[in-house]
């Protein structure tokens, strides 16, 4: 009995059995068909990784979501923080 370990040599065999058996005519149908599932792979691995990600923003809210600002009383402009007079309108943010 030989070790099971496949590389190219084995490949190359796997490829000449399945051409005898299956017949030059299903290789195109067989190829369509191991694509398809390494797409279907490759979806599932993506849409895995795209909930992953998007629980992870759920988890941590963009900084600029809820930024501490002061409204002007006069024209009702967001100022930052450290702004003591409004950058709209020039009047006092105290
Ligand atoms: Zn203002």
Do not use: W, Y
Not at 10 to 33: H, K, N, S, Y
Not at 49 to 68: M, N, V, Y
Not at 70 to 91: A, I
């Amino acid at each position: 009995m030989l070790p099971f370990d496949v590389g190219i040599p084995e490949l190359i065999l796997v490829f000449v059995v399945v051409l005898i058996v299956f017949g030059p005519a299903r290789i195109p149908e067989l190829a369509r068909d191991f694509g398809k599932m390494v797409r279907d792979l490759r979806k599932m691995a993506s849409d895995l990784t795209s909930e992953f990600t998007a629980q992870l923003e759920l988890d941590a809210p963009a900084p600029s979501a809820s930024p501490a600002r002061r409204v002007c009383p006069k024209c009702s402009t967001p100022n930052p923080l450290e702004h003591t007079f409004c950058s709209q309108c020039g009047g006092s943010l105290g």
